[in-house]
């Protein structure tokens, strides 16, 4: 099976950077989505890596390392919207072309003026 | 809009009546699935389709049943509903054309079993 841990909470005051890391426990998996949801809303996509590296969109970036079995998503630039829970998730080896999703338990990011 | 549509929002209702969640998509998605949402649980699977007719379990299926007659829609019943099953459920959708596996989700559906 797969386990992914983030950490359950971070603050950050606005204009700042910050990581949300994740680690996995999994045998394979074909790449690592993160995901962004605001209280009680739908999640939405943010950035996906397939392979190890740096994935940058605008304000975001998101870092892969298989080897390391461990991936993070950088914020920067901080804004009092980016107050939200961040979900990475990976979509298991196993589950052929279904395009499943196991998700990691979240990180409610909390961003002060 | 390309979007997923979930019925109703909000619902309370009691142990052991019958009830069915609704989910359209209209971006002619391949994929559908369910999910429950609980806290510091994140999001596990209920179910899962692949296609019109073809389902499978996903990481908590116990309780709930799945249908997918059409491709656009695929609902969640509940046979029997009992409190544990009190919860956040998405529906969501993606294809087989995605190179970002990017998942849609519907707004959500607010259930409480008393």
């Known amino acids: 099976g797969q386990s992914l841990e983030q950490p359950s909470e971070v603050t950050a005051v606005e204009g700042a950077i910050v990581q949300i890391n994740c680690t996995y426990q999994t045998s394979g998996f074909y790449g690592l989505s993160w995901y962004q949801q605001h209280d009680g809303g739908a999640p939405t996509f943010l950035s996906y890596?397939?392979?190890?590296g740096l994935e940058e969109t605008g304000r975001f970036s998101s870092f892969l390392s298989r080897s390391d079995s461990y991936g993070y998503l950088l914020l920067q630039e901080l804004q009092m919207k980016d107050s939200a829970s961040y979900f990475c998730?990976?979509?298991?080896?196993?589950?052929?072309?279904?395009?499943?999703?196991?998700f990691g338990s979240g990180t409610q990011l909390t961003v002060l003026p | 809009e390309a979007q997923v549509t979930q019925n109703p929002r909000y619902l309370i209702t009691v142990t052991g009546k019958k009830l069915t969640v609704t989910c359209s998509q209209n971006?002619?998605?391949?994929?559908m699935s369910w999910y429950r949402q609980d806290p510091g649980l994140g999001l596990r699977q209920i179910y899962y389709s692949m296609n019109v007719e073809v389902t499978d379990k996903g990481d908590v299926p116990e309780g709930y049943k799945v249908s997918r007659k059409e491709k656009r829609n695929f609902p969640l019943i509940l046979e029997s509903p009992s409190p544990n099953q009190t919860s956040l459920y998405f529906c969501?959708?993606?294809?087989?054309?995605?190179?970002?596996?990017?998942?849609?989700f519907g707004p959500g559906t607010r259930l409480t079993v008393l």
């Open positions: 969501a959708s993606n294809t087989e054309g995605s190179s970002y596996n990017e998942q849609f």
């Open positions: 890596n397939a392979l190890d």
């Open positions: 998730a990976v979509r298991p080896p196993d589950s052929g072309s279904a395009r499943q999703l196991t």
């Open positions: 971006m002619n998605h391949e994929y």
